[in-house]
């Protein structure tokens, strides 16, 4: 079993920008698949990001391509993700996720994923 741990939510203004980690311990880091999900107020979870357990493949939702991106250091066992040009509509709890092997392109099926860190706020302003 894996623990998941995020940090570097908070609050910014429309147009900025916010870092996240999430700290993995408990299994071999590099044996997972690692993906980032969001949830808004009334609505339901959603597929933000996914990395391979490699990095050679990466995995967006439309919403943020070109925005946001997922990265990870198996050294340290932490993926990231990087949000620029926030927008109001970024407003979510953000999870981290990890899913035990997969080959290709990493899944974006909420489902595929075992492990969840417990969420960290991030308020975009307008």
């Known amino acids: 079993q894996v623990q998941l741990g995020e940090s570097g939510g908070g609050l910014v203004q429309a147009g900025g920008s916010l870092r996240l980690s999430c700290a993995a311990s408990g299994r071999t880091f590099s044996n997972y698949n690692m993906a980032w999900f969001r949830q808004a107020p009334g609505k339901e979870r959603e597929f933000i990001a996914a990395?391979?357990?490699?990095?050679?493949?990466?995995n967006y939702a439309d919403s943020v391509k070109g925005r946001f991106t997922i990265s990870r250091d198996n050294a340290k066992n932490t993926v990231y993700l990087e949000m620029n040009s926030l927008k109001p509509e970024d407003t979510a709890v953000y999870y981290c996720?990890?899913?035990?092997?997969?080959?290709?392109?990493?899944?974006?099926?909420?489902?595929?994923?075992?492990?969840w860190g417990q969420g960290s706020q991030v308020t975009v302003s307008s």
């Open positions: 996720a990890a899913r035990y092997g997969g080959y290709g392109q990493p899944t974006s099926s909420e489902s595929e994923y075992a492990y």
């Open positions: 990395i391979s357990r490699s990095s050679a493949s990466t």
